[in-house]
């Protein structure tokens, strides 16, 4: 579960994403016609059960490549070997969906939300706060309130696949403190701050790591710690223009239908916090090796 704007809690889905037309490649296969049994190379289907394999391969004889140039279902694009990169973590996704129980309408979501070549959704970066090279073949968008209990869970994973994969990902950082949060305004602009002294991922890492810790005392002592200037630090988290980048943060979030937090784009797509995030990014990084 996350939080949402609302003060209450959202389940993490994907199902909100809408399945667009077209996506199953064609006219489906009865379960009679479909194989019972289907291995495709790099896809770990071994624990499946005989009815799970028989739905597995119902699903990616059906499911069209996610490759627009490779207009031919999934399973017949890795068994070709055709030229999409993708098609491997989209059979293994689905696999994990079969594995994990799914209903058809649930795996068919998840298919076109992380799939669909058409799911993608530009997020501006602006100017927020950013680390890993710019060219990077994957980045990560979070939208993120540091005293929001489920963004402080997060965020070790984050920095860890950051870390891991630190060559090929940017992350950003957009504010969305909300209004449930009595701290989370303050909270952000004190990363503001910390930011227009050249210190916010310094002050982010703190504040999350105390997060029932963010009373104004609690905020001047974390800018003391990692070497704000004080005086500077006090005016600019009750100055306008503070507030204003925070402002233009919970537009965009408006803009792209964010109402929780976290809520995370990688690469455009709204990442499914209960999906393993190495696979998501190695997913993301093969596609963008692929020619």
Same mark, same amino acid.
């Given at each position: ?8 809690? +959202? =389940?993490?889905? !994907?199902?909100? =994403? ?17 194989? &019972?049994?289907? *291995? ?11 009815? $799970? ?17 490779? +207009?031919?279902? !999934? +399973? ?20 994990? #969906? ?11 979501? !998840? ?14 970066? /602006?100017?927020?706060?950013?680390? /890993? ?30 870390? &891991? ?19 989370? $305004? ?14 916010? =991922? ?40 503070? &507030?204003?980048?925070? #402002?233009?943060?919970?537009?965009? +979030?408006?803009? !792209? ?12 797509? *709204?990442?499914?916090?209960?999906? *393993?995030?190495?696979? =998501?990014?190695? /997913?993301?990084?093969?596609?963008? #090796?692929?020619?």
């Amino acid at each position: 579960m996350r939080e949402n704007a609302r003060g209450g809690y +959202a =389940w993490v889905t !994907l199902l909100a =994403w809408a399945f667009a037309p077209g996506c199953r490649g064609g006219s489906a296969q009865s379960a009679n016609d479909a194989p &019972k049994d289907l *291995n495709l190379p790099g896809v770990d289907t071994h624990d499946l059960t005989p009815r $799970e394999n028989h739905e597995f391969a119902r699903y990616v004889t059906e499911l069209p490549s996610p490759c627009p140039a490779v +207009a031919i279902p !999934l +399973a017949q694009c890795i068994l070709e070997k055709r030229p999409c990169a993708r098609c491997t973590s989209a059979a293994s996704a689905v696999a994990t #969906a079969v594995r994990e129980g799914m209903a058809r309408e649930q795996v068919e979501g !998840l298919y076109a939300a992380r799939f669909d070549p058409s799911g993608a959704r530009t997020v501006p970066i /602006g100017n927020s706060p950013t680390r /890993g090279p710019e060219q990077a073949a994957v980045t990560i968008v979070e939208f993120a309130d540091f005293e929001c209990p489920y963004c402080q869970r997060v965020a070790p994973a984050l920095d860890a696949a950051c870390e &891991k994969h630190k060559s090929k990902v940017r992350f950003v950082f957009k504010f969305m403190p909300l209004a449930m949060h009595p701290h989370s $305004e303050l909270a952000a602009g004190a990363a503001v701050a910390a930011e227009m002294q050249g210190k916010f =991922w310094e002050m982010h890492d703190l504040l999350f790591a105390n997060g029932s810790r963010l009373e104004p005392s609690d905020l001047e002592e974390y800018a003391r710690a990692i070497g704000l200037d004080l005086h500077r630090f006090r005016q600019d988290v009750a100055s306008p223009v503070v &507030k204003e980048r925070i #402002a233009a943060d919970r537009k965009l +979030a408006d803009d !792209l239908g964010v109402r929780a937090t976290p809520t995370i784009f990688i690469n455009g797509r *709204n990442y499914d916090l209960q999906a *393993n995030l190495d696979d =998501w990014i190695d /997913g993301e990084i093969a596609a963008g #090796a692929s020619p």
